[in-house]
Nanobody, 114 residues
Framework: QAQLVESGGGLVQPGGSLRLSCSASANIFSGNIMAWYRQAPGKQRVLLAS???????TYAGAVKGRFTISRDNAENTVYLQMNSLRPEDTAVYYCAAYSLFWYWGQGTQVTVSS
């Protein structure tokens, strides 16, 4: 059964950091592209970062230099380290895996506010 479970969201002050984790079932993690998206209220879901099984990484311009994606292939887990958080980073963050089509987690809320 394909499954993605995010964790690590919460409330953080501007300038703070959070680390999101996504545990995936092996059948959709192994050898596949993993990614993080976010969706703010009233806006479309947007791609933030992706990482291939070989470690090739891409970032959206809005998060480049502040967010870092990584994966632990032994643990079937992908991470998103988020630094220098801004109020505009407030959104529901989704983990995704591509295996013939996209699989999605349930999302985790990140709120950046003082």
């Amino acid at each position: 059964q394909a499954q993605l479970v995010e964790s690590g969201g919460g409330l953080v002050q501007p300038g703070g950091s959070l680390r999101l984790s996504c545990s995936a079932s092996a059948n959709i993690f192994s050898g596949n592209i993993m990614a993080w998206y976010r969706q703010a209220p009233g806006k479309q879901r947007v791609l933030l970062a992706s990482i291939t099984s070989a470690g090739s990484i891409t970032y959206a311009g809005a998060v480049k230099g502040r967010f870092t994606i990584s994966r632990d292939n032994a643990e079937n887990t992908v991470y998103l380290q988020m630094n220098s958080l801004r109020p505009e980073d407030t959104a529901v963050y989704y983990c995704a895996a591509y295996s013939l089509f996209w699989y999605w987690g349930q999302g985790t809320q990140v709120t950046v506010s003082s």
